[in-house]
């Protein structure tokens, strides 16, 4: 199963042979930034990097990129099985990163906003086949037609 690795469970140097790997906690916590956000070493590659580098998705068959690639093609409007098929995944597969995503839609939306330039309209796009609304946004109150406001009649 995939599941969204945080910041400072894996390293995120692609070139490092701790690269995507969550089990070994080769990460140990570094200095803090000047705005103070934790940064983290690699005890194996020795690269630092900050707190922002890289909330993404994490699955034992399959590297990160695959999965953002995957996901970036259902925003670009293709289906899902037409993502599948693109990718040699199964439909299935994808649906299931899908639905992980939408449960980590925050993480994942800074990501691909920042990282990848993915616009809002397209991130909207990707939530749309797992049925997920956007966040922070209060319901609005629907005043029932034809109704006289109460309490105001004179
Ligand atoms: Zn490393």
């Known amino acids: 199963m995939s599941q969204l690795a945080q910041t400072g469970q894996f390293c995120p140097n692609p070139d490092c042979d701790r690269f995507n790997n969550t089990q070994d906690h080769a990460i140990i916590k570094h200095a803090k930034t000047k705005q103070?956000?934790?940064?983290?070493?690699?005890?194996?590659?020795?690269?630092?990097?900050?707190?922002?580098?890289?909330?993404?998705?994490?699955?034992k068959q399959?590297?990160?990129?695959?999965?953002?690639?995957?996901?970036?093609?259902?925003?670009?409007?293709n289906?899902?099985?037409?993502t599948a098929r693109i990718k040699h995944l199964h439909p299935g597969t994808v649906l299931n990163w899908l639905k992980e995503a939408a449960a980590h839609a925050?993480?994942?939306?800074?990501?691909?906003?920042?990282?990848?330039?993915?616009?809002r309209a397209q991130i909207d796009g990707l939530w749309s086949y797992v049925g997920k609304k956007r966040p922070k946004r209060p319901p609005r109150p629907h005043p029932s037609p034809g109704k006289a406001p109460v309490g105001v009649a004179r």
């Open 106 to 119: 925050e993480e994942l939306e800074h990501l691909l906003l920042e990282d990848y330039r993915v616009d």
């Open 36 to 59: 103070g956000k934790q940064r983290f070493r690699c005890k194996a590659c020795g690269k630092t990097f900050s707190e922002n580098k890289g909330t993404i998705f994490y699955c």
């Open 79 to 82: 289906g899902i099985r037409a």
């Open 62 to 77: 399959k590297t990160p990129e695959v999965i953002i690639e995957t996901l970036l093609l259902i925003a670009e409007g």
